[in-house]
């Protein structure tokens, strides 16, 4: 069983989030592990900075299997380890790309087991909807919510709070989802990950 | 790891087994994201559709199954044009465009052994594969199915029939035979029942109704409202001489038998003969041929019984001989 699960639609930057709170906790070097949907494990090593040159993209989909960072958390004098699923990012409709619909079935099984969850969302995006009279909030994202309330750890990640219209849709989130813990976040700029950090701790 | 509430109170816990069900149905491309997710958080948006993707392949397939009919040429280009529409249509629904319900209701008029049933059969698999039914079934039922011997009887028994059919199709054989006994008769009890149900499960049943032709143009014009209920009508004609023979190799060959070129000229002058005379009852098409080739091979069989040991080509061959003396309606 994972530890942590970072969910999300495609595209709302959980690569990054991922990557931004390694660097938050201190990592240089980032040692995760890539389970293919094939089945096959690889273990990579790789300084963060070039991490961050390979793994994040602009475009969705470009996770296509559950990546583990493993962590280590240094609490009082022993250093533990929590490990953080980065998952293929969750588009609707029908997925002709059968890669692409085998991956999110991995992240809904990485999700389903998972004892916490990371779920990131896109503030801008949000925001943006709201400026255009659209539903703000997307039906993947509603049950995402659904299936993080039944677990023991559910953190909100506003993200993309760099970008205009993101202090809009974070005022919306914050109505929305008034139990649940949202921390606005930047996986650019790197705004919000030391409370993300401290959350994270508490799971070590 | 000890996971610490957040003092948030949690909700019901998903459960993994039916989740584990439910990631595996969206794998394989039954259902979509949102219901996937919808079906394992148990929250319902009410966007989530439970339409699943159509296969292409699968149509195609069962479309070469309904190629490898003989004859029924008109059937086949009617049947292609349903799928055709059902098709777009649903292409026209994932890209949002406006997609009139199409009422896919259907009269089939034919003598028996024509292939009304085996059209009905492959037309039913092929609306679920197109995911308009959830289950593709066929429910094959006629007059003593549907019709009962006292008040209430006949509602009931209709309404099980329609209930064993919902994600399939009804297939009503002879369905002329429920106006046949007149206003006080319970027939008509079963026809009104019936245009009921298909409104209340517009969406989860199509109808057939089948019969000889004449018979079913009469049953209905005793009911004006029937006809607009049935947009689909569909002819399925007689079959000639050349296609009952094509008709009796394929059965043969199914079964791994083989004729001899005489038997086939022996069945072909049975044929004949049995095509010209009169009789009262319609001709029964392919049942005829069928039930001909099964006579035959229980004659191969007797004749054979007496040799030692017949060779595997013997095994396999009919003879005309086999068909001779036949009787078979």
């Given at each position: 069983m994972s530890d942590v699960v970072v969910v999300g639609r495609a595209n709302a930057g959980k690569t990054s989030a991922c990557l931004r709170l390694a660097r938050a906790l201190g990592i240089e070097e980032l040692v995760w592990m890539v389970e293919r949907t094939d089945g096959g494990r690889e273990r990579r090593r790789l300084p963060i900075r070039e991490a961050e040159r390979w793994l994040t993209s602009g475009d969705p989909h470009s996770?296509?299997?559950?990546?583990?960072?493993?962590?280590?958390?240094?609490?009082?004098?022993?250093s533990r380890a929590v490990d953080i699923v980065d998952s293929a990012g969750l588009a609707d409709g029908h997925v002709r790309d059968e890669v692409v619909r085998r991956a999110m079935g991995q992240t809904?099984?990485?999700?389903?087991?998972?004892?916490?969850?990371?779920?990131?969302?896109?503030?801008?995006?949000?925001?943006?909807?709201?400026?255009?009279?659209?539903?703000?909030?997307?039906?993947?994202?509603?049950?995402?919510?659904?299936?993080?309330?039944?677990?023991?750890?559910?953190?909100?990640?506003?993200?993309?709070?760099?970008?205009?219209?993101?202090?809009?849709?974070?005022?919306?989130?914050r109505g929305r989802l008034r139990d649940a813990r949202i921390i606005p976040t930047s996986a650019k700029t790197g705004v919000g990950f030391d409370e993300v950090k401290r959350y994270v701790w508490k799971l070590a | 790891?000890?996971?610490?509430?957040?003092?948030?109170?949690?909700?019901?816990?998903?459960?993994?087994?039916?989740?584990?069900?439910?990631?595996?149905?969206y794998e394989r491309g039954h259902i979509d994201l949102n219901d996937a997710l919808a079906r394992i958080s148990g929250v319902n948006d009410g966007t989530s559709s439970v339409t699943p993707p159509?296969?292409?392949?699968?149509?195609?397939?069962?479309?070469?199954?309904?190629?490898?009919?003989?004859?029924?040429?008109?059937?086949?280009?009617?049947?292609?044009?349903?799928?055709?529409?059902?098709?777009?249509?649903?292409?026209?629904?994932?890209?949002?465009?406006?997609?009139?319900?199409?009422?896919?209701?259907?009269?089939?008029?034919?003598?028996?052994?024509?292939?009304?049933?085996?059209?009905?059969r492959i037309?039913?698999?092929?609306?679920?594969?197109?995911?308009?039914?959830?289950?593709?079934h066929l429910v094959e039922v006629e007059r003593a199915d549907l019709v009962g011997e006292y008040i209430g009887h006949t509602a009931q028994k209709t309404r099980?029939?329609?209930?064993?059919?919902?994600?399939?199709?009804?297939?009503?054989?002879?369905?002329?035979?429920?106006?046949?006994?007149?206003?006080?008769?319970?027939?008509?009890?079963?026809?009104?029942?019936?245009?009921?149900?298909?409104?209340?499960?517009?969406?989860?049943?199509?109808v057939i109704l089948a019969g000889y032709e004449r018979e079913m143009r009469w049953f209905l014009s005793t009911n004006p409202?029937?006809?607009?209920?049935?947009?689909?009508?569909?002819?399925?004609?007689?079959?000639?001489?050349?296609?009952?023979?094509?008709?009796?190799?394929?059965?043969?060959?199914?079964?791994?038998?083989?004729?001899?070129?005489?038997?086939?000229?022996?069945?072909?002058?049975?044929?004949?003969?049995?095509?010209?005379?009169?009789?009262?009852?319609?001709?029964?098409?392919?049942?005829f041929v069928r039930n001909l080739v099964e006579r035959a091979i229980r004659r191969q069989a007797v004749r054979l019984f007496d040799e030692a040991r017949p060779k595997r080509d013997a095994l396999m061959l009919i003879e005309a001989r086999d068909w001779q003396g036949d009787e078979a309606r």
């Open positions: 996770t296509r299997s559950l990546q583990t960072l493993t962590i280590p958390v240094a609490r009082g004098k022993v809904l099984r990485a999700l389903v087991a998972a004892k916490a969850v990371l779920h990131v969302v896109d503030a801008a995006d949000i925001g943006r909807s709201m400026e255009r009279r659209e539903a703000p909030f997307h039906a993947l994202d509603e049950q995402l919510v659904a299936i993080g309330r039944t677990k023991a750890f559910y953190l909100v990640l506003a993200n993309k709070i760099d970008l205009p219209f993101a202090e809009r849709g974070v005022e919306w989130l | 790891m000890t996971p610490r509430n957040t003092g948030r109170r949690t909700t019901r816990a998903v459960d993994a087994r039916h989740a584990a069900g439910v990631i595996d149905l159509m296969d292409k392949r699968r149509i195609h397939e069962l479309l070469r199954d309904l190629d490898d009919l003989v004859g029924l040429d008109e059937v086949k280009r009617v049947v292609r044009e349903i799928f055709a529409l059902v098709y777009v249509q649903r292409l026209r629904q994932e890209h949002r465009l406006k997609a009139d319900p199409t009422v896919l209701h259907m009269i089939f008029y034919g003598n028996p052994g024509t292939g009304k049933t085996t059209v009905a037309l039913a698999r092929m609306f679920h594969e197109c995911g308009l039914l959830e289950k593709g099980e029939q329609i209930q064993k059919a919902l994600g399939g199709v009804l297939f009503i054989d002879e369905a002329y035979s429920l106006a046949r006994g007149g206003e006080k008769d319970f027939g008509r009890e079963a026809i009104d029942c019936l245009v009921k149900a298909m409104e209340d499960h517009k969406h989860e049943l199509i409202g029937l006809p607009s209920r049935f947009p689909i009508q569909i002819r399925f004609p007689d079959y000639g001489v050349d296609q009952l023979v094509q008709i009796a190799k394929k059965i043969l060959a199914s079964r791994e038998y083989r004729m001899t070129a005489e038997a086939e000229w022996a069945l072909r002058s049975l044929l004949q003969q049995a095509l010209r005379e009169p009789r009262l009852d319609p001709f029964s098409n392919a049942r």
